[in-house]
């Protein structure tokens, strides 16, 4: 059975820093590229950052200088670093993996977590 759990929300300040982790299970990570989404309350779900199946990233201009992506293939598991973190960055933060080499967007995902929450305040 396919699943993605993301992990490492909550409450921070401005400026703060977090890291979010989407372990996955059921399917080889290797073979998917792996995307972070977000979505803030009346907001459409947005794009963040996207890992290829090589290592490849790519990042939102909201958020580039900001934040990382990293992967750790053995463990299953992709990481967004979030540094100097701002209060329009408060949303539910969710991992995706999609098929292929890189991010298609939010409807070319094949599988989805169910999300952890990020607030930005203070």
């Known amino acids: 059975q396919v699943q993605l759990v993301e992990s490492g929300g909550g409450l921070v300040q401005p400026g703060g820093s977090l890291r979010l982790s989407c372990a ?14 977000r979505q803030a309350p009346g ?5 963040v950052s996207c ?8 990042y939102a201009d909201s958020v580039k200088g900001r934040f990382t992506i990293s992967r750790d293939n053995a463990k299953n598991t992709v990481y967004l670093e979030m540094n100097r973190l701002k209060p329009e960055d408060t949303a539910v933060y969710y991992c995706a993996a999609e098929l292929g080499y890189f991010c298609s967007g939010p409807t070319g995902m094949d599988y989805w977590g169910k999300g952890t929450l990020v607030t930005v305040s203070s």
């Open 24 to 37: 996955a299970s059921g399917f080889t990570l290797e073979d998917y590229a792996i995307g972070w989404f």
């Open 43 to 47: 907001k459409e779900r947005e794009g």
């Open 51 to 58: 890992i290829s199946s090589d290592d490849a990233s790519g």
